[in-house]
């Protein structure tokens, strides 16, 4: 008996997460197409910079959120497909720049925009998304105030978008960084625009005060344990799925919830050799799997997961406020399993 509970439950966890995945594919063809059918055409290499990241794909977390938030709530959320697809070009924005100051050479499996390019173009490129986005948000069937409310958000979102990144840079230099630190510096880079999402989408489907506020509150929590995620997978995924070089932020000397929980729990001489390879302004791929050893050996992946489990507990917590609906149920399902994911 207990071995066919454990079956059933497998069997619905698949079926379940078929479902999620079929509902993102369906939001992305549609976010997609508006995109594609709305930037402006003007100047063609321009256009194509881009526009590069949309046509490689993505899971388009982003618009799953505002179009679920808005359905908690209300219907037709058609009528705002231009307002999620404002919100991915704005994080595909924040995409080129990062990958410019990262020197990335891969993303989503394809060339970064500055090396398919060049390094000026890719950035007028991202210049030119962060515009399209306000643009975007003029076609959506709402009320002009709304519209202008999240303008204004996406202003403050943009605004702290930056401000994460810097802190991440800064912090690649910083020897005394700690996990507070990495948690308010990914509060911003990653977590905001997933706050951000669930907002609009609740603002859009005129909720109350109260109810927006748990919609901020699910996507911070799930922001923070998506961007631990990525951590873990940068690490420790496939290259092939995850879409980047695996074992990047290390040589980048990015300051991860891994690399921080390492440092802090890493005895002698093994924390004196991963600050060692740390210090080398050129690692070699010898260097970078040692350090992933080490940084195993720490336990700071299962550290990871501990948190992520928490704070995705947390988030779906926050859900309990809202009547029980379908897509309730969907991003209940995507932040239970989204700790499984591979990329």
């Given at each position: 008996?207990?071995?066919?509970?454990?079956?059933?439950?497998?069997v619905?966890?698949?079926?379940?997460?078929?479902?999620?995945?079929?509902?993102?594919?369906e939001?992305?063809?549609?976010?997609?197409?508006?995109?594609?059918?709305n930037?402006?055409?003007?100047?063609?290499?321009?256009?194509?910079?881009?526009?590069?990241?949309?046509i490689?794909?993505?899971?388009?977390?982003?618009?799953?959120?505002?179009?679920?938030?808005y359905?908690?709530?209300?219907?037709?959320?058609?009528?705002?497909?231009?307002?999620?697809?404002?919100?991915?070009?704005?994080?595909?924005?924040?995409?080129?720049?990062?990958?410019?100051?990262?020197?990335?050479?891969?993303?989503?499996?394809?060339?970064?925009v500055?090396?398919?390019?060049?390094?000026?173009?890719?950035i007028?490129?991202?210049?030119?998304?962060?515009?399209?986005?306000?643009?975007?948000?003029?076609?959506?069937?709402?009320?002009?105030?709304?519209?202008?409310?999240?303008?204004?958000?996406?202003?403050?979102?943009?605004?702290?978008?930056?401000?994460?990144?810097?802190?991440?840079?800064?912090?690649?230099?910083?020897?005394?960084?700690?996990?507070?630190?990495?948690?308010?510096?990914?509060?911003?880079?990653?977590?905001?625009?997933f706050?951000t999402?669930?907002?609009?989408?609740?603002?859009?489907?005129?909720?109350?005060?109260?109810?927006?506020?748990?919609?901020?509150?699910?996507g911070n929590?799930?922001?923070?344990?998506?961007?631990?995620?990525?951590?873990?997978?940068g690490?420790?995924?496939?290259?092939?799925?995850?879409?980047?070089?695996?074992?990047?932020?290390?040589?980048?000397?990015?300051?991860?919830?891994?690399?921080?929980?390492?440092?802090?729990?890493?005895?002698?001489?093994?924390?004196?050799?991963?600050?060692?390879?740390?210090?080398?302004?050129?690692?070699?791929?010898?260097?970078?799997n040692?350090?992933?050893?080490?940084i195993?050996?720490?336990?700071?992946?299962?550290?990871?997961?501990?948190?992520?489990?928490?704070?995705?507990?947390?988030?779906?917590?926050?859900?309990?406020?809202?009547?029980?609906?379908?897509?309730?149920?969907?991003?209940?399902?995507?932040?239970?399993?989204?700790?499984?994911?591979?990329?």
């Amino acid at each position: 008996m207990v071995r066919k509970a454990i079956t059933e439950i497998k069997v619905k966890n698949l079926e379940e997460m078929s479902v999620i995945k079929k509902n993102l594919e369906e939001i992305a063809k549609k976010v997609d197409e508006f995109i594609l059918k709305n930037l402006s055409k003007k100047v063609l290499n321009l256009l194509n910079s881009s526009q590069h990241y949309i046509i490689a794909g993505g899971k388009r977390l982003r618009p799953f959120f505002i179009l679920k938030s808005y359905s908690l709530l209300a219907e037709n959320n058609e009528k705002i497909i231009p307002v999620a697809a404002a919100v991915e070009i704005l994080h595909t924005f924040s995409l080129i720049h990062d990958d410019i100051m990262d020197q990335d050479l891969f993303r989503r499996n394809v060339p970064t925009v500055h090396t398919k390019w060049n390094e000026a173009l890719a950035i007028l490129a991202g210049d030119f998304l962060l515009s399209q986005a306000f643009i975007f948000v003029d076609h959506a069937i709402i009320h002009q105030d709304i519209k202008y409310r999240i303008m204004l958000e996406l202003g403050r979102v943009s605004s702290k978008l930056c401000e994460g990144q810097a802190l991440d840079i800064v912090f690649e230099e910083r020897v005394n960084v700690s996990i507070k630190d990495y948690m308010e510096m990914v509060a911003l880079k990653t977590a905001a625009l997933f706050e951000t999402s669930a907002f609009i989408g609740g603002l859009c489907a005129n909720a109350s005060v109260s109810q927006i506020e748990s919609l901020k509150e699910f996507g911070n929590k799930f922001g923070i344990s998506f961007q631990i995620i990525d951590d873990i997978l940068g690490l420790i995924g496939e290259e092939k799925i995850f879409g980047k070089p695996i074992g990047s932020d290390l040589r980048e000397g990015k300051k991860t919830y891994l690399l921080l929980y390492a440092l802090e729990h890493l005895k002698h001489p093994k924390k004196s050799n991963l600050i060692s390879i740390l210090n080398k302004k050129e690692k070699t791929s010898e260097d970078i799997n040692k350090g992933i050893e080490l940084i195993k050996d720490s336990g700071a992946i299962e550290s990871a997961k501990k948190i992520v489990k928490n704070l995705l507990d947390e988030a779906i917590s926050k859900l309990e406020v809202f009547p029980d609906s379908e897509a309730k149920k969907e991003l209940q399902i995507l932040a239970n399993f989204s700790i499984q994911r591979t990329f």
